[in-house]
């Protein structure tokens, strides 16, 4: 659940970032993939973490 979440605030995170700095629909989507990827791996270091913690 974690990752799922990390996921989508990445990609909505990364696709604000380009929009507020002007950029067209690819750069608003390569921003959005890949803030969507390194969300999505925290999420998932995170999740191994608790899941080791419990």
Known sequence: MIIIAGILLG????YGLASR??????????????????????GLFVTIFVDYLI
């Open 11 to 14: 990609a909505v995170w990364g």
């Open 21 to 42: 700095r002007g950029g067209n629909r690819l750069d608003k989507l390569q921003y959005g993939g890949s803030f969507a990827i390194a969300f999505g791996l925290a």
